[in-house]
């Protein structure tokens, strides 16, 4: 297969998370003109799961790729830019595409002792498709024992590969917080319940949750990105909303994050007459590699000419590969593709060259393990 290609084709239809229909059919596409002969293919809602058997299985290894874009629209000068207005696959996650597919276009034709599940999962960022994913009859008919991810970092260069044991990606959640009072006329605050001044309180409170309540060895953050509230200059506010991110490095330390918050809505729905609604939105559970896996797996690549294996330190971004590895054991690790600008910017341009390392890294590692 010609991987850049494939790659520009997936770039091409980025799409929200489970509306990846366009992508679906690609895929698919891709694999119905696989030799068959060692194959079973299932949908799962946009996703897609393909089993290779193997000749003498004892287990079964899981390769998952994500497989949605991102409400970004594209600035990048690349010839074959997003054709989905306000889209695009600025989380490499065409990469991952793409990978998983040459990983299945070369074991379709090289079957191996084990089994191999592929895992084409959707809306990782956001709903969030792993937890579904894992609650499926599909997938459990399938259940891997070990479970391998990879995501693109800009801030490598290619032929980087890193990772460590333990925690990779922290705990992550969306924070949104709606307060309602009473609005009305500026020059009677007597009569109203201001939702600017309790909204400003708010934040100014949840910043005491990481200086006062996690424990300083363990690490936590707590953003309010956006604040929004009231009409016009002289009209009492009757609504704010604030939108922000809660990261920890630990599942406890999230738990208690999220109680703290709870605690100081109380007070200021108390303090300020007025009612507020939480909303956490999208949450994803830690990235915990197996150590003895990802070890053995940094080890096996580390034998290969021109790979550079670096163990890296714990990143604050969230994957909702975290679910599987809470299930599965398993490890996830980055993939150097040098691009200036970073995930989730309208300008990323991962090196292309990066495809072939990885398949280079991956084919290398599961013929080790499957031997
Ligand atoms: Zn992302
Ligand atoms: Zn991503």
Redesign the pocket.
Known sequence: MDNRAVRRDLHRIPEAGFQEYKTQQYLLQFIEQLSEEHLEVKTWKTGILVLVKGSNPSKTVGYRTDIDG?PIKEETDYLFQSEHEGYMH??G?DFHMTIALSLLEHYSGNQVKDNLLFIFQPA??GPGGALPMLASEEFNAWKPDQMVALHVAPEYPVGTVATKPGLLFANTSELFIDLIGKGGHAAYPHLTKDMVVAGSHLVTQLQSIVSRNIDPLDSAVVTIGKIEGGTKQNIIAETSRLEGTIRSLSAESMTLVKERIEAIIKGIEASFECEASIDYGSNYYQVFNEATLVERFMEITRKLNDISVIECREAMTGEDFGYFLRDIPGFMFWLGVNSESG??SSTLKPDEAAIDIAYDVLTNYIDTITE
């Open positions: 991102l600025a989380c996650h990782e960022e995930l989730h």
